[in-house]
T-cell receptor, first 112, second 111 residues
Framework: GAGVSQSPSNKVTEKGKDVELRCDPI?????LYWYRQSLGQGLEFLIY????????KSGLPSDRFSAERTGGSVSTLTIQRTQQEDSAVYLC??????????FGPGTRLTVT | GQQVMQIPQYQHVQEGEDFTTYCNSS?????IQWYKQRPGGHPVFLIQ?????EVKKQKRLTFQFGEAKKNSSLHITATQTTDVGTYFC???????????FGAGTTVTVRA
């Protein structure tokens, strides 16, 4: 079946611009996570959605970052007024049960 | 804060040799998962361990969860070039549901 998809695969933006990153989770998966991975580094947790519960935003690095999940399915991560330190690969993962996570291919964001 | 530490950061292995990567936590884990990320790819779920002292095998890969549920290891025998990539452990703590990822062990293989 279809896996997690993310778009765009690559995004180059100028410093100060806003960007939106999209994640389509596996159908039926109730949990959705966003992570950030800088070059050669591990995964940094950003935000977690579970069903209709309030999201866990504890990993968002600043108030420039926000995310929403509409209808319990598609999620959008928005970064406002991008900075160069925001450059990274943004990974989305979904899970059927809060355990194993299935990752999308990621969006590589470059802020110039 | 609660963290999962992983060593070594890099592992250079001769093809055919064995190696082990280790994952440690100062706090008891509810469960631990292992993921593999190929160069240029995204993390792919390998396995989950839940029980104290649990050992699971996948072909040449052996995963172990410590008795105290504070550490885990991944042992690969007879390394092949297909084993190249970064192996992450990720643990869940009892008072949390998020996965805490280790920094990963990046494996390169010399043919």
């Amino acid at each position: 079946g279809a896996g997690v998809s993310q778009s765009p695969s690559n995004k180059v933006t100028e410093k100060g611009k806003d960007v939106e990153l999209r994640c389509d989770p596996i159908s039926g998966h109730t949990a959705l996570y966003w992570y950030r991975q800088s070059l050669g580094q591990g995964l940094e947790f950003l935000i977690y959605f579970q069903g209709n519960s309030a999201p866990d935003k504890s990993g968002l690095p600043s108030d420039r970052f926000s995310a929403e999940r509409t209808g319990g399915s598609v999620s959008t991560l928005t970064i406002q007024r991008t900075q160069q330190e925001d450059s990274a690969v943004y990974l989305c993962a979904s899970s059927p049960n809060r355990y194993e996570q299935y990752f999308g291919p990621g969006t590589r964001l470059t802020v110039t | 804060g609660q963290q999962v530490m992983q060593i070594p950061q890099y592992q250079h292995v001769q093809e055919g040799e064995d190696f082990t990567t280790y994952c440690n936590s100062s706090t008891t884990l509810s469960n631990i998962q292992w993921y593999k990320q190929r160069p240029g790819g995204h993390p792919v779920f390998l396995i989950q361990l839940v029980k104290s002292g649990e050992v699971k095998k996948q072909k040449r890969l052996t995963f172990q969860f410590g008795e105290a549920k504070k550490n885990s290891s991944l042992h690969i025998t007879a390394t092949q070039t297909t084993d190249v990539g970064t192996y992450f452990c990720a643990g869940t703590f009892f008072n949390d549901y998020k996965l805490s990822f280790g920094a990963g062990t990046t494996v390169t293989v010399r043919a």
